[in-house]
């Protein structure tokens, strides 16, 4: 098929509409967020027009430094944790016939589109006292008597753990599906056992991958806005909770758009990052 | 021999995890009592019932359906004359604006919930109902985008070039041979955007949270006045609705390759 150059004005007219939209309502709505961190705050009110850096230095300042350091350990740990089971699970699911791979991947998809809300409660529902899996240990006698698991950084480890798994799983799926399986069989007739040609043939095959993959769980768990303020106590809350926390109830747009755009860069930066390794990935 | 029960044992600790606590909300969903308790204290299935019988849930329910309805379409609506244009053009530049598209995916979600709540509220229309469409429109464009562009590559392009050859202007090409070829990840792409914009909280709260109650903001809205039996039930529709939905997609399309793997082998 020859696919030729848009070269008269009704050739571009199917572009036209997409693009006009998401100029309008994507780039316009993040230039006028960078625009707002800027601005200055007017107690009681919104913000004022102006060109002020005060939203900026408050990223100085030792709270900011915590709840930093804090939000990217956490998203890290979420990433490894993530990552470390998916890749495995993602190696079984790809070896499966298609016909298993099915409903495996349904059901990865129902979780992975559970609005935060419902994982929050959920699993603050699962580690509380009255309805939690203490219930069950107490039942079988390895418990007195049940407890609360939640809130807690545990709680709010495993709940984003359970978000950021499916995530991991379907970004590991495409290069993990089109291994050519041709390599472990031939390390397999050379006599390594299965799990010997897993560690030493697939893990080295898609290192790029999986640090890839590490990367965008770790952008995934840094969007992570509820489940810490759902699962954990205020000192758990990350980046995401704290910009919402300022823009919604704080009434301080400017500071919570310094802080998203401080959040972006820093996706960004890992986003492109983690492309780059997939395209050496493709070339080799 | 202990390998393979090695991987069986793996795979349904996962399968189990992942469940657990789904099990668990439709566990309490049940009970009689208007209580969390785990294991159910009796059964009941009016929790199901008050999703419906209650005006605030079931305002929130159809506030949810249509809105989801409605930004999919527009997701689609926006997806396809792009995709369209990468696949029959050459033009370089246009990967730009397929960039615009892939974005507000890939960024943290609170970031683009902002940058509406800016907008909107500069525009002068902050709270109106219909800018949340707008908003999960462009907000899931990714997902129609990425199936549409998906179904144009697998288009076998001589099918194209028949019909031109036997005289077939651009327009009708599109209309007998492209869309109908199409049509799966166009369904495809409008059920992924329509599950997401049903799960959706964070811009729906920060564009009409203080005038329309959604069903995920509705739920943690009233988390604040205690956990009652009526979410977890709600909580097992979404699941429900997500497994129906995608179970659909997988029994009249190609799941797996919709997921990134190759086509199936000839074996």
């Known amino acids: 098929m020859i696919r030729t150059a848009p070269r008269r004005l009704v050739d571009y007219a199917p572009i036209a509409w997409p693009a006009l939209m998401l100029v309008l309502f994507f780039v316009l709505p993040f230039g006028l967020m960078l625009a707002v961190s800027f601005f200055r705050r007017v107690p009681g009110g919104f913000y004022q027009p102006d060109f002020v850096l005060a939203n900026y230095a408050r990223f100085l300042t030792a709270f900011f430094g915590n709840v930093l350091g804090f939000s990217l350990g956490l998203a890290l740990l979420v990433a490894v944790i993530a990552v470390a089971l998916a890749f495995p699970f993602t190696y079984l699911l790809s070896r499966m016939r298609r016909r298993q791979q099915v409903p495996w991947l349904v059901f990865l998809l129902a979780v992975l589109s559970l609005s935060e809300v419902i994982i929050g409660f959920s699993w603050s529902t699962l580690l509380s006292r009255t309805a939690g899996v203490t219930n069950l240990l107490v039942l079988i006698g390895l418990m007195d008597q049940p407890v609360s698991l939640s809130p807690g950084f545990g709680a709010v480890l495993t709940g984003m753990t359970y978000q950021a798994f499916p995530y991991a799983v379907l970004v590991l799926y495409p290069s993990l599906s089109r291994l050519d399986p041709t390599l472990t069989e031939a390390a397999r007739t050379l006599g390594a056992s299965p799990l010997r040609s897993f560690f030493t043939v697939v893990v080295p095959a898609l290192r790029n991958a999986i640090l890839a993959t590490v990367i965008m769980v770790f952008v995934f768990a840094l969007g992570s806005y509820l489940l810490p303020q759902l699962l954990g106590r205020p000192q758990q809350w990350t980046l995401s909770v704290l910009i919402t926390d300022q823009a919604i109830y704080q009434s301080n747009m400017p500071f919570a758009a310094a802080m998203a755009v401080f959040l972006v860069l820093v996706s960004l930066a890992l986003v492109v990052l983690s492309t780059l390794l997939g395209q050496k990935e493709g070339r080799t | ?267």
């Open chain 2, 1 to 267: 021999m202990i390998a393979r029960f090695a991987i069986r044992l793996f795979l349904a600790a996962m399968a189990l995890l992942l469940a657990a606590p789904l099990a668990v909300v439709a566990g309490v969903s049940i009970n009689e009592k208007k209580s969390l308790t785990f294991p159910p204290q009796g059964f009941s299935l009016a929790w199901y019932g008050e999703i419906f019988a209650e005006a605030g849930w079931r305002n929130a329910l159809f506030a949810s359906l249509g809105i989801a309805l409605a930004s999919a379409a527009l997701a689609v609506i926006v997806a396809l004359p792009l995709a369209w244009f990468l696949w029959r053009r050459h033009a370089p530049w246009a990967r730009l604006v397929q960039l615009l598209g892939f974005a507000p995916f890939v960024l943290p979600p609170v970031i683009t919930a902002l940058g509406f709540l800016s907008f909107w509220n500069a525009a002068g229309f902050y709270g109106a109902a219909w800018t949340v469409v707008i908003s999960h429109g462009i907000f899931f464009v990714t997902l129609p985008l990425v199936t549409l562009t998906l179904g144009f590559e697998a288009i076998d392009g001589s099918l194209v070039e028949a019909a031109a050859t036997m005289g077939a202007d651009e327009p009708t090409i599109l209309r007998t041979v492209v869309l109908p070829l199409i049509l799966p990840y166009m369904i495809s792409g409008f059920a992924f955007a329509f599950v997401l914009s049903l799960n959706e909280y964070i811009v729906a709260y920060m564009t009409v949270g203080f005038t329309v109650e959604t069903l995920p903001i509705r739920i943690f809205n009233s988390l604040r006045y205690g956990y009652t039996p009526t979410m977890a039930a709600v909580a097992v529709l979404f699941v429900v609705i997500a497994a129906v939905v995608f179970g659909l997609v997988a029994r009249f399309g190609d799941l797996p390759k919709l997921l990134g793997a190759w086509s199936p082998r000839e074996d």
